[in-house]
């Protein structure tokens, strides 16, 4: 009986040595969206920033500001999104919210727009369905 009891914990032992060794930090964060990701640049004497917000319960945030120098317009999205897809080959973010009415330029209340996204070297790909692609980084 003791030799079984003693095999069963080695059985057990071995299987938890393998789950506790089988991924490493870097591989999760890589691999997931939750968090802040910032994208800026400069275009025409204009600068503008992104910041997505993702969290666990499939909301996000999204801050936008530009300025020309004399003048900054920002504004906040707050949403929901869904992700389908594996992040490391190209997943599909679809993200829909609202926003106060008049800001960023627009009469309309509501955002809806889908991406494709990917993670790679610890940067995420956004690519609208223009083809334009933005490159953002954690923050």
């Known amino acids: 009986m003791k030799l079984y009891l003693k095999?069963?914990?080695a059985v057990l032992l071995s299987a938890l040595s393998f789950t506790l060794v089988s991924c490493g930090d870097d591989d999760?964060?890589?691999?997931?969206?939750?968090?802040?990701?910032?994208?800026?640049?400069s275009e025409d004497g204009e600068s503008f920033q992104f910041i997505w917000t993702?969290?666990?319960?499939?909301?996000?945030?999204?801050?936008?500001?530009?300025?020309?120098?004399?003048?900054?317009?920002?504004?906040?999205?707050?949403?929901?999104?869904?992700?389908?897809?594996?992040?490391?080959?190209?997943?599909?973010l679809v993200m829909t919210g609202s926003y106060p009415l008049g800001s960023a330029g627009s009469e309309s209340g509501m955002y809806n727009e889908t991406?494709?996204?990917v993670i790679k070297n610890k940067?995420?790909?956004?690519?609208?369905?223009?083809?334009?692609?933005?490159?953002?980084t954690r923050k």
């Open 54 to 92: 993702f969290k666990r319960d499939n909301k996000f945030t999204f801050d936008y500001s530009q300025s020309d120098g004399f003048a900054t317009v920002t504004a906040q999205i707050n949403g929901v999104y869904t992700l389908s897809g594996d992040l490391s080959q190209g997943a599909t």
């Open 115 to 117: 991406f494709i996204c």
């Open 28 to 41: 999760e964060d890589n691999a997931s969206l939750i968090g802040e990701w910032v994208t800026a640049w």
């Open 123 to 136: 940067a995420l790909y956004v690519t609208d369905d223009t083809g334009l692609t933005l490159v953002f």
């Open 7 to 9: 095999l069963l914990y």
